[in-house]
């Protein structure tokens, strides 16, 4: 587990409009029921550490750590808002796959609402227009005996999910048969066992590295955050800088 109840909140980037922090994995965006045990939520501790009233922008599901947006205002909220609900906000993330997977592809697979009793969603009916840019950035084999094959394959993928759904990035790698090392939900229980045990950590194996939006002054504004220190050193111990 990447979090540390005894640390501030890492920022990396603050303006008069917009925070952004670098998430812990681990740490919830705020307060749900379905963790009535946690007492840290991003929301509470970085308006307690800014002193001010701050505006979530977007989410990031409490297992994957990265670059977490915020409004300082109303105002921001609302013009920022638009371009999250638009699409306009171009997002990169990381993430430690099993097996070799492909060198490029767009996957545009629709995909139903989750249920999710505590926020009243239920199960959709209807696929919605889900569409991801996946690209390998590296593959690796390692000497890990899972199920019946005697080395285990992975691969560090890029992904840029076009639309928001939840869990987008998540599903549809499961869905091409690559699902993500640590995804307790939409991955493979053995190999993530295998591989806590391996690399002596565990966790979902995904990060937003990189999140480009527009300002109010029409510049492009890029927020880039480092990948956590038990990630970077996942990395090390597969041989990628």
């Avoid at 840029?160 to 869990?167: A, I, L, Q, Y």
């Avoid at 987008?168 to 991955?187: C, E, F, M, T, Y």
Wanted: net charge positive.
């Amino acid at each position: 587990m990447s979090l540390n109840s005894s640390q501030p909140l890492s920022i990396i980037y603050q303006d008069d409009d917009l925070v952004a922090i670098n998430k812990a994995s681990g740490l919830l965006v705020h307060r749900s029921p379905i963790d009535k045990h946690e007492t840290r939520f991003a929301v509470q501790e970085l308006r307690n550490q800014l002193g001010q009233h701050v505006y979530p922008l977007h989410r990031l599901d409490k297992p994957t750590s990265g670059v977490l947006v915020f409004a300082l205002s109303s105002e921001a909220a609302s013009f920022y808002s638009q371009q999250f609900r638009g699409h306009q906000v171009r997002k990169t993330y990381l993430a430690l796959v099993r097996g070799y997977g492909p060198e490029t592809m767009s996957i545009n697979h629709g995909l139903r609402d989750e249920a999710d009793k505590y926020a009243g969603i239920e199960l959709g009916v209807e696929a919605k227009e889900a569409l991801t840019h996946v690209q390998c950035v590296r593959q690796f084999e390692i000497p890990l005996v899972v199920d019946l094959y005697p080395a285990t394959r992975l691969s560090l993928m890029r992904c840029e999910p076009v639309t928001g759904r939840k869990h987008q990035i998540r599903r549809h790698l499961k869905h091409i048969g690559h699902p993500i090392v640590g995804d307790s939900r939409h991955g493979k229980g053995l190999l993530n066992r295998a591989c806590e045990g391996y690399f002596g950590a565990g966790r979902l194996w995904l990060a937003c590295t990189q999140m480009t939006l527009v300002g109010r002054d029409g510049r492009l504004l890029v927020i880039d955050a480092p990948l956590e220190a038990d990630f970077d050193q996942v990395l090390k111990q597969l041989g990628s800088e």
